[in-house]
């Protein structure tokens, strides 16, 4: 088996990388065990700066990441660019607050002194997907290494060149070798890895499926795991919204990198007395994304990730609509070369329906009506997502108020989801659990270790 690195917009075969055997997995994690203590005990100064230059690194070659991104997974250059952008962020960020985030924190006790110590936790094994395939390893890897833990990514079978490039960064900003190992291994030898002692926990983004079974094996072996699943998170319109900024904040919610995001608002419900408004606008706008080639700075809509993957968001689509459902606009494919799928609106969204129980992870918008502001939380909870959410109103106390009764690890008041570094990130429910990013995610792979003086 090999990693086949394919153009999604072309459906054209750039390069194939071949799967590790067995055995050279085995001499990667033996490198990474020999790093990990020395690592370890390395000055938190000293790593913190190692990870601020690993952002400079990254800035360095913003440009060229950005199209390695948009030929191996389609999105569009700007997005790119954005992306590899964010990475420097999040670097700086915990090299600028890891000493104070990992900080011992005194607790009075019965002793002389007691405290909490933020220890390293060891090697952290992360399985990464394809829709961000930059920023979803550098915000499991910049807290990591500052908090003083080795890394090893078991990457998406189809970014191999943008897995293969974070390793070489690491290596340019010169982290010692074997800090962090890019695996080239297949989905059947993740198993192995989870169970080798040589691990002390994992971190996954991607299906729910998938987070099941890693955290099974994780669960077996006593390892700690945070998963951040999918979504289908709920895009709220009361009845007091600014409905031509929530319809253009909308589009950008859904159809950000061609909808496939985990924080894309999936299902939006709309009240009623102003569903037809909304959707007026709503559609107007969805209607100027035509898709194009990527790599030019004008197109509005990207490729899907994979043709498979536009075939299977094609069967729900279909699906949906024989029971019902109404096509505003789109819901088919693009004709001609490339894993292309029409920015599409769903209406008429009932239970039993595809687009109601399932996620669509595409750019698929679907509408839900609701009588009034307590069904619209009513139906955002019925999911078994809960991953993010948002909230339009013109009452920002109405709309915390609303954003509190939303079932999801992040709820937005007039504005889309987003992931910052400054903001733990993560979901409940089916979405997984545990957090990325701010303090809170850096502690999850720490030892918060008690110590008690007399």
Known sequence: MAFESRN?????????????????????????????????????????????????????QRDQLAEVISLEMGKLIGEARAEVEKCVLVCDYYADNGPAFLADEMIESDAGRSFVAHLPIGTVLAVMPWNFPIWQVFRFLAPALVAGNTGVLKHASNVPQCALAIEDMVRSAGIPEGVFRTLMISAGQVAGVIEDSRIHAVTLTGSEPAGRQVAATAGANLKKTVLELGGSDPFIVLEDADLDWAA??????????????????????????????????????VETLIPGDPMNSDTRLAPMARADLRDELHQQVQASLNKGALAVTGCEPVAGPGAYYQASILDGVKPGMSAWDEEFFGPVAIIIRAKDGAEAVE????????????????????????ARQVQSGAVFVNGMVKSDPRLPFGGVKNSGYGRELSRHGMLEFVNQKTIWVK
């Open 379 to 402: 139906i955002a909870n019925g999911s078994d997502y809960g991953l993010g959410g948002s909230v339009w109103t013109q009452n920002s106390e109405r709309g915390e108020s609303v």
């Open 248 to 285: 253009q904040q909308g589009v950008a919610s859904r159809f950000l990198n061609a909808g496939q995001s985990c924080i894309a608002a999936k299902r939006f419900i709309v009240v009623e007395s102003v569903a037809d408004d909304f959707v007026a606008k709503f559609k107007a706008a």
């Open 8 to 60: 999604p917009a072309t459906g054209k075969l750039i390069k194939e990388y071949p799967t590790w055997d067995d055995e050279q997995l085995k001499q990667a994690l033996v490198q990474v065990a020999v790093a990990t203590p020395v690592w370890a005990s390395t000055p938190l100064q000293q790593r913190c700066d190692h990870v601020r230059r690993l952002g400079q690194v990254v800035l360095s």
